[in-house]
């Protein structure tokens, strides 16, 4: 599965947008974007996922570019539960007969604050 | 609730104790996973199971056995653990292939801590 990049932490104000990027470059044309969170202690959350459309859910929206070699999360008015850690990943939607795997990195601290 | 419940939320165990962590999931799913999160790292992947067969094993120690009796069931078997592998152990579980797209789900974890 193709590697991905994310800043470290972010800050958003409450109210505000939260926009998280993502850098994906050597993403293959079978894989899919999926973005996660985990609020601490907890277990991850499924976010959003695409492939190369613009999705968008109750949770977020996700833009990927036109090449797919990135993405950005975008979180419309960031409120104080959404501190968490975002994770970015990409991987292959596997075949009949196999479980996928999900594999993290570090991800993005995001922050929200009054 | 997510759907996929672990017990116990917390645990404290000697090295030389035997322990058994649980999850359970009625989602339908087919696909149980096992994740270790240490401190201020990364989560790993330890086991698959797909269809209660394992499909992946990733290098863990032979002190950490899984276990998956049904597609509903899954799980760990501790025995003789040291002290630094005290961490939050996540269960997931998704569709086979996750051809419906929705990911993975996941339980709350427990919290382990050996002394």
């Known amino acids: 599965d193709a590697k991905t990049t994310q800043p470290t932490s972010m800050d958003c104000a409450e109210g505000r947008a939260a926009n998280l990027p993502c850098n994906h470059s050597t993403i293959s044309g079978n894989e899919y974007v999926y973005w996660y969170r985990q609020i601490h202690s907890q277990g991850p959350q499924y976010i959003i996922h695409g492939l190369k459309n613009n999705e968008t859910n109750e949770m977020a929206s996700l833009i990927i570019t036109e090449d797919r070699k990135s993405s950005t999360l975008i979180l419309p008015h960031a409120t104080l539960r959404d501190t968490a850690v975002y994770y970015c990943?990409?991987?292959?939607?596997?075949?009949?007969?196999?479980?996928?795997?999900?594999?993290f990195g570090t991800g993005t601290r995001l922050q929200v604050t009054l | 609730e997510t759907g996929v419940t672990q017990t116990p939320r917390h645990l404290v165990m000697g090295m030389t104790n035997k322990k058994s962590l649980k999850c359970e999931q009625h989602l339908g799913h087919n696909a149980m996973y096992w994740y270790k999160q240490s401190a201020k790292k990364p989560l790993e992947l330890m086991f698959v199971y797909n269809f209660k067969e394992q499909t992946e094993n990733n290098s863990v120690p032979s002190r950490f056995s899984p276990e998956c009796p049904n597609s509903s069931h899954l799980f760990l078997h501790l025995h003789t653990l040291q002290p630094e592998d005290s961490a939050l152990y996540l269960c997931?579980?998704?569709?086979?292939?996750?051809?419906w797209g929705y990911g993975y789900t996941f339980g709350s974890g427990t919290r382990l801590t050996v002394v």
């Open positions: 990943i990409v991987r292959v939607e596997a075949g009949t007969g196999t479980a996928s795997k999900l594999t």
């Open positions: 997931a579980s998704s569709h086979r292939g996750d051809r």
